[in-house]
């Protein structure tokens, strides 16, 4: 199961466990203020003024749950977005390494149409460790797997940030 799925369902959970507590509070307040009022009549008027804040901070609370499940679920799409910007690279790369060590013709179509796509993901990684060469112009470019780490930390990193931004503030 995916986080996004994972958030989705935490978030449901947390909104019908949220409106579970709201129903039992408010039925025990009525219940509180309906013997009350039955007990004392020269108090209705503040059981009312009670009755009204509770009503008032209960609808208040169900606005801000609404708001911030907005804001998860919008955090989530950003982050399915992200995902797959960094598989297609992951991919891309991933073809390259491999063509590269399987001696690929570089005068294919194919193998340059991934040098070509993959280059701008490739280049700040180019040179910063030696590419050993076999018999038979085997590569193996270790530049591809460095670059593919920074791209997965990378990736950690941005997921992360949208973590923190999808997930309920929380008061104590």
């Known amino acids: 199961m995916s986080d996004d799925n994972k958030l989705a369902m935490e978030e449901a959970r947390r909104a019908t466990q949220h409106e579970a507590v709201k129903a039992d509070i408010e039925n025990e307040v009525h219940g509180e203020i309906a013997a009350s009022a039955a007990a004392e009549p020269k108090q209705s008027s503040q059981i009312k003024q009670v009755a009204g804040e509770f009503r008032a901070k209960a609808v208040d609370e169900v606005v801000e749950t609404e ?8 955090a989530a799409r950003i982050s399915q977005v992200v995902d797959y910007i960094f598989y297609v690279i992951y991919a891309l790369l991933g073809m390259r390494f491999l063509l590269a060590l399987l001696a ?14 993959t ?9 910063i460790v030696a590419s050993p060469t076999a018999e038979g112009g085997h590569t ?4 591809i797997v460095v670059a593919i780490i920074a791209y ?9 940030l949208l973590r923190l931004m999808a997930h309920r503030k929380t008061e104590v």
């Open 152 to 160: 997965i930390l990378l990736h950690l990193a941005i997921n992360g």
């Open 104 to 117: 690929a013709r570089s005068t294919a179509g194919f193998v340059q149409f991934i040098v070509t796509v």
């Open 140 to 143: 193996l470019l270790l530049p």
């Open 67 to 74: 708001r911030e499940v907005k804001r998860s679920r919008g």
């Open 119 to 127: 280059d701008p993901f490739y280049a700040p990684f180019r040179g």
